[in-house]
């Protein structure tokens, strides 16, 4: 079965704290593409990263950083410094190659960055 | 490129009326999807297409929703008749495949509300 668990339903930090969204899944294919999409207040859902499931090196782009670690199927991502305009919803997401190309999504976590 | 674009981007009516969503993807995109967001059970992917094709149309809720795509440049969800519990936001993606798979990059609309009353 496919799926994508993100357990943290609400969080709220500090403005400049670290923040750390949990994104578990769950797959039987050893292909497959892992997401991160954030939904600011405006509602627009945009994209933020892809990882394939053959590349386990994090990625850092600015404040954001991903860390995927195939052994607890886990695909973390991190806001080091959190700003007030990272307040949104945060959506993993799954895709995997025998799934005809079906794109699935956690049920999302909503960020509060308290100014 | 204008993005995806939905209409209406509000919509309000009444139980039992037909409702009419409508999604232009971007130009190029052979792949479109219709996702519904509600509180409850987050974002829920209910049909995709590829080429104007369906693909899977395993999450529409039931035979009261239909979504079709006549050309590469429109597609409509349809829901006849509406019931209250299908208020929520309807957003429609489209995407093209890389790498001779579908690497997932969406591109969203703003979505469509629809409130049931």
């Known amino acids: 079965a496919q799926k994508v668990t993100q357990a943290q339903t609400e969080i709220s930090v500090v403005e400049k704290e670290d923040v750390t969204l949990d994104c578990v899944y769950e797959t039987r294919d050893t292909t497959y593409y892992l997401f991160w999409y954030k939904q600011p207040p405006s509602g627009e859902l945009v994209f933020l990263i892809r990882?394939?499931?053959?590349?386990?090196q994090n990625e850092i782009s600015g404040r954001y950083s991903w860390n995927f670690q195939k052994s607890t199927s886990s695909f973390n991502f991190t806001i080091t410094a959190s700003q007030v305009v990272d307040s949104a919803v945060y959506f993993c997401?799954?895709?995997?190659?025998?799934?005809?190309?079906?794109?699935?999504f956690g049920k999302g976590t909503r960020l509060h960055i308290l100014p | 490129d204008a993005g995806v674009i939905q209409s209406p981007r509000h919509e309000v009516t009444e139980m039992g009326q037909e409702v009419t969503l409508r999604c232009k993807p971007i130009?190029?995109?052979?792949?479109l999807f219709w996702y519904r967001q509600t509180m409850m059970r987050g974002l829920e992917l209910l049909i995709y297409?590829?080429?104007?094709?369906?693909?899977?149309d395993s999450g529409m809720p039931e035979d009261r929703f239909s979504a079709k795509m006549p050309n590469a440049s429109f597609s409509t969800l349809k829901i006849q008749p509406s019931e209250p519990r299908d208020s929520a936001v309807y957003f429609c993606?489209?995407?093209?495949?890389?790498?001779?798979?579908?690497?997932?990059?969406?591109?969203f609309g703003e979505g469509s509300r629809l409130t049931v009353l």
């Open positions: 130009s190029g995109h052979d792949y």
């Open positions: 993606a489209s995407s093209s495949p890389g790498l001779g798979f579908l690497t997932g990059e969406l591109f």
């Open positions: 997401a799954l895709s995997e190659r025998n799934r005809d190309d079906k794109i699935i």
């Open positions: 990882r394939n499931s053959f590349d386990e």
């Open positions: 297409f590829n080429n104007n094709v369906p693909i899977d």
